[in-house]
């Protein structure tokens, strides 16, 4: 069964049938290996993949990541870290990765962080004397922080995949997602002090810092709202994705003014597109998900790794090289979706948190969005920045060995995802 299902999905992928397609296609297969077939049983699951209350909160946040790019808040988060530190060798680069931190407490989403950020500060660096090819790796290296630090949309798809809380998901990112910009602060710091060409703009007065503080309090003060909300009990994901995009508009429309009602149709559009994607694929993975659970593929899996469930730290190891190797080949909301249900009861088996493991698992597909040959941020990075990919893959491996270097953390000391999580929920 499970040589039939992994057999006929990367099957259709080699093809170039969209993911979505795939993974119906994948679970007809199924069906037909078990003598089952039933198109209703295909349509039931199709429409309970999508109606389902806590992916609401995704074209909540698509939305609210589209009405903050178009309403100035980015522009101004960069503002506000080049006042702090962009008087220090390498500045920009500390710009990059302070503003992703900041900015992904507001987008949920890599792409949408690496093409805000990179737009405004890539030609910045390179009119400064930057490496291109570095400083496009930098920020896409940052740029995947966005998806670990809430509002994280793929800990929502894994927590409606899983049954796991996305709120505790939510929480549990914050300090992994910190330590991620942490790391990337140290390589560029070391990178950056032999950079010679790296030019030292002035440092800001003291009056310049109050001004982009002022002038970022309403885009910073979004991440305080979403967490202290969930922390507090206030509002639910999807709530909190609701007032998120209320916020926006309200900060687009009355504070900056830089969205105009006319501009309203077109971000909602972008929005939609965006979201229709995401939808359908979730919608699409209900269907393999369902039948892989009939077809007792988690059972078989379990069989083939019952020589290592007694030792969870060695099954981790295991299950990170395998995500690893898949995140090479597939895109990270597709490969949660696929992933996730095949995963879970053997993690659970033997005795790992799944909320731990949702974290991590999604951390380390993150990581796959920056390694070519599919990594999607990558490629978002080069039609920025204008270079090949295999420039981008030269400059972005310091960055990419700091995220595997911080995922080997998580997995070797658990603690530092769970001890923080006990206190947050």
Known sequence: ?????????????????????????????????????????????????????????????VLAGELMNA?????????????????????????????SVLFAGLSGSAVADTAALGAILIPMMVSRG??????????????????????SIPMIIFGVTSGVSITQLFMGGIIPGIMMGGGLLIVWAFLARKDDTAKLPKRSSGKEILSAIKQASWALFLPVIIIGGLRGGIFTPTEAAVVAAFYALFVGLFVYREIKVKELYSVLVAAAKTTSVVMFVAAAAMVSAWLITVANVP?????????????????????????????????????????????????????????????????????????????????????????????IT???????????IVLLLLILFPSIIMVPLQWLT
Request: proline letters at 6%; charged letters at 5%.
């Open 130 to 151: 930057y490496k291109i090819d570095r400083s496009t790796g930098l920020i896409c290296a940052s740029g995947i922080i966005a998806p670990v630090i809430p509002p």
């Open 299 to 391: 059972t078989e899996i379990a069989n083939m790794l019952s020589g290592v469930i007694e030792h969870p730290l060695m099954l981790l190891l295991l299950i990170n090289l395998l995500l690893l190797a898949v995140g090479l080949v597939m895109d990270l909301t597709p490969a949660i979706l696929i992933f996730t249900p095949v995963l879970l009861p053997v993690v659970k088996m033997a005795g790992i948190d799944p909320v731990y493991f949702g974290i991590i698992m999604v951390i380390n597909l993150c990581i796959g969005l920056i390694t070519p040959p599919v990594g999607t941020v990558l490629y978002v990075g080069c039609g920025i920045s204008k270079i090949d990919i295999l420039q």
């Open 394 to 404: 030269r400059g972005i491996l310091p960055f990419l060995l700091v995220h595997v």
């Open 1 to 61: 069964m499970l040589g039939v299902f992994l057999g006929s999905l990367f099957g259709s992928l080699v093809l170039g049938v969209p993911i979505a397609f795939a993974l119906i296609l994948s679970g007809v297969a199924l069906m037909f290996i078990m003598g089952t077939f039933d198109s209703q049983i295909i349509a039931q699951n199709l429409i309970n993949g999508a109606n389902n209350f806590s992916l609401m909160a995704i074209p909540f946040f």
């Open 71 to 99: 309403g100035g808040i980015s522009k101004r988060i960069v503002s506000f870290a080049m006042a702090l530190v962009g008087h220090i060798r390498g500045g920009l680069g500390f710009v990059a990765i302070i503003a």
